[in-house]
């Protein structure tokens, strides 16, 4: 497929994505949210890892602040993502409290870079990712900046895709850079990237 081809084809598929799910009405979002998580605890990657990496969700975004309370509940260390100024790229942090995140990047909620200790150590840990749009495969379709490309490129842990059933996809067009999840969790089923879909 051409190149402007795959941009057009991209950007058509944010758009339909992104007004799915803030068409989805708050009930709905809540139930399917709380499904997810409850998937994402069963995880033997969540149980094996000390170190939780997630992102920290907007409103549209399979939601994680239950996630963050639970792990830190759970004894987890817990890291969320801040943007580097100037760049597209992301350190971790560890936080042990949601007070300690501040609206910054897209208006997305970072961790206080002077109330929290930086992670330094990508080689293992659970990293929860983001997406609009998941494949069988593990590729994501994001919001186009590569931010958790350019991360997942240095993480050596175990990663998982979270997102709705309503917007997996069987295959997505995904390039050489693009990094794919070791897992897929939705609020059906978790799916080992490489194995066949297992049914919760």
């Known amino acids: 497929m051409p190149i402007d081809d795959i941009r057009e084809y991209k950007s058509e598929l944010r758009k339909k ?24 605890l069963k995880l033997r990657q969540y149980k094996a890892n000390d170190t939780i990496l997630t992102y920290v ?23 969320v993502p801040r943007c580097i100024d100037n760049s597209r790229e992301m350190d971790f942090y560890y936080i042990t409290s949601l007070n300690q995140l501040e609206p910054r990047t897209f208006g997305v909620l970072e961790p206080i870079k002077e109330q929290c200790e930086i992670l330094k150590d990508y080689s293992k840990g659970l990293c929860i990712i983001p997406g609009l749009v998941f494949d069988f495969d593990g590729y994501r379709l994001g919001y186009g900046k590569g931010y958790y490309d350019r991360f997942l490129s240095r993480f050596g842990g175990d990663t998982a895709g979270v997102c709705y059933s309503s917007c997996v996809q069987w295959k997505l067009v995904h390039g050489f850079y693009d990094r794919r999840a070791d897992l897929l969790v939705t609020e059906k089923y978790i799916r080992q990237t490489n194995q066949r879909t297992t049914e919760v």
């Open 57 to 79: 969700s907007t409103k549209i975004e399979v939601d994680t602040f239950g996630l963050i309370r639970q792990a830190l509940k759970d004894g987890k260390r817990v890291a």
């Open 17 to 40: 994505i992104r007004r799915q799910r803030e068409e989805m009405p708050p009930k709905q979002k809540a139930l399917l949210d709380k499904l997810v998580l409850k998937n994402i």
